[in-house]
């Protein structure tokens, strides 16, 4: 069965970067489209980005256009999330979400495999 592994979440300053990672086992990596899900304290989870199998396009929310950028090593089956000018307000618990055949990709519902999540607290 596919396994995720988060890693690189941290303590940081506003306006620092951080870039996590997300390997994938399991799978055969290449045909599944990889999201990341950040879910903070007393509210719900949310999509961040996303990257279509295939070496497909990306998707964005609003609240990270042009700050996040999101990526994919099919040699080393691993998705990176590239987080830069970091905010308060990104502070969560960030997951990575894989599936095959995704219509809605910032709907949780539809990934089948997910990691255990790394946190991320940006503050001063």
């Known amino acids: 069965q596919g396994q995720l592994a988060e890693s690189g979440g941290d303590l940081v300053q506003p306006g620092e970067s951080l870039r996590l990672s997300c390997v994938v086992s399991?799978?055969?990596?290449?045909?599944?489209?990889i999201a990341w899900f950040r879910q903070a304290p007393g509210k719900e989870r949310e999509g961040v980005a996303c990257?279509?199998?295939?070496?497909?396009?990306?998707y964005y929310a609003d609240s990270v256009q042009g700050r996040f950028s999101i990526s994919r090593d099919n040699a080393k089956n691993t998705v990176y999330l590239q987080m830069n000018s970091l905010k308060p307000e990104d502070s969560a618990f960030y997951f990575c979400a894989a599936d095959e055949q995704i219509g809605n990709h910032f709907d949780g519902a539809e990934y089948e495999y997910w990691g255990q999540g790394t946190q991320v607290t940006v503050s001063s």
């Open positions: 990257i279509e199998r295939w070496d497909g396009p990306t």
């Open positions: 399991g799978l055969n990596f290449y045909h599944y489209t």
